[in-house]
């Protein structure tokens, strides 16, 4: 059989069939960087995403929607509405309720003029009238801003102080678990009642201008002097093992400061359990916010948050029990998103997990 032959019976076999001058085309192979991974593996895990997409949608509601909806309702989270209550059993008003804004039931408007309308999309909060669902909205706002502040403040002391045992051990490692000791076993709720009693006029006036509501500082202030010694734990045993690495010892042979290991070479090791740990928190913040909210020791009325709206429900719990579901399904709902965002965070930053 002729060299043709052979390349024709090949090429009807459907075989690829190298001819004198053809060249091999190699693929393109492409490396791909830690960040890439680390979402190439995060995107994997749909709850993870239904999670981050719930928070992003939280967020948007907090800061964008309820300003929005307060212009399209005309009327406040805090506006009070004498006819947002039943007057004869004095429950508020349910879902979609259009009352009227007179100042008091039965009210005669002056000569030429008349009261305007209202619409309470989920009704009335308590019996003060006010928009439930406004409430809600702007009530999600002085959460997240209490769970982010207090996140950002616990893991930053935690980070300091965990870093410092890790790393000089001795007598600093010997202080700082001591301290880290004192403040776990320290009664917190205690603490709060008497902080409230003494200075808490004074931490709830600390609004920055305005730009946080009263009372979110403290409550940030608070988390975030008992909430360090879990993330400090966390860190101090990662950095242990860390400091007898061969890149740490180069480092030191070069010369190289204490401060500038521990910020160029030890630090980018935390980032992935900061984050991972950071997320989780967060939920954890929401639930003490509103726990403490609830018991009267948290943001105080007129603010609204999810921990007082929820306070008014056990009064109207057998008559009005929406008033107990859509604040408690506002919190399940949202450390739900951030546990299963926090989760698929610590399933993608394991380098073992598979592409």
């Not at 009227?100 to 000569?111: F, H, I, K, L, R």
């Not at 207090?150 to 930053?156: H, I, P």
């Not at 940030?220 to 061969?246: C, N, Q, T």
Request: aromatic share 12%.
């Amino acid at each position: 059989m002729s060299a043709v032959d052979k390349v024709d019976v090949a090429a009807g076999h459907g075989v690829d069939v190298a001819l004198p001058g053809d060249t091999a085309v190699e693929p393109e192979i492409r490396a791909r960087g830690y960040w890439e991974l680390v979402w190439t593996r995060f995107k994997r895990d749909r709850m993870a995403l239904a999670g981050l997409g719930f928070i992003g949608f939280l967020l948007v509601a907090a800061w964008g929607l309820a300003p929005l909806f307060a212009s399209i309702l005309g009327h406040g989270p805090n506006d009070i509405f004498a006819n947002g209550v039943n007057q004869s059993t004095l429950i508020p008003v349910g879902p979609w309720t259009h009352i009227n804004t007179a100042p008091y039931p039965g009210a005669t408007p002056p000569p030429g003029q008349h009261y305007g309308s209202a619409l309470l999309v989920l009704g009335g909060d308590s019996q003060l009238g006010r928009d439930l669902f406004l409430r809600l909205l702007y009530g999600a706002r002085t959460s997240l801003e209490v769970a982010f502040l207090a996140t950002a403040g616990s893991v930053s002391i935690g980070l300091v102080m965990g870093t410092c045992a890790g790393y000089f051990r001795g007598w600093v490692d010997t202080v700082i678990s001591r301290l880290t000791e004192m403040v776990m076993v320290f009664p917190f709720l205690l603490f709060i009642i008497a902080l409230r009693v003494v200075a808490g006029q004074q931490l709830n006036a600390i609004t920055f201008g305005g730009l946080l509501p009263r009372g979110v500082f403290t409550l940030a202030f608070i988390f975030s002097m008992f909430g360090w010694f879990f993330p400090a734990r966390i860190f101090r045993g990662i950095v242990l093992s860390l400091r007898e690495k061969e890149f740490v010892e180069a480092a030191r042979m070069t010369g190289a400061t204490d401060m500038r290991i521990m910020r160029s070479h030890l630090l980018p090791h935390l980032v992935a359990p900061l984050t991972v740990y950071s997320t989780l928190i967060v939920a954890q913040n929401i639930i003490n916010e509103a726990g403490l909210s609830f018991l009267g020791l948290g943001i105080e009325q007129p603010t609204p948050s999810w921990g007082n709206v929820l306070a008014a429900a056990p009064e109207f719990y057998t008559t009005q029990p929406w008033l107990m579901v859509w604040p408690g399904l506002c919190i399940l709902l949202t450390t739900l998103a951030f546990n299963l965002f926090g989760d698929g965070l610590r399933d993608a930053f394991d380098p073992r997990a598979r592409i």
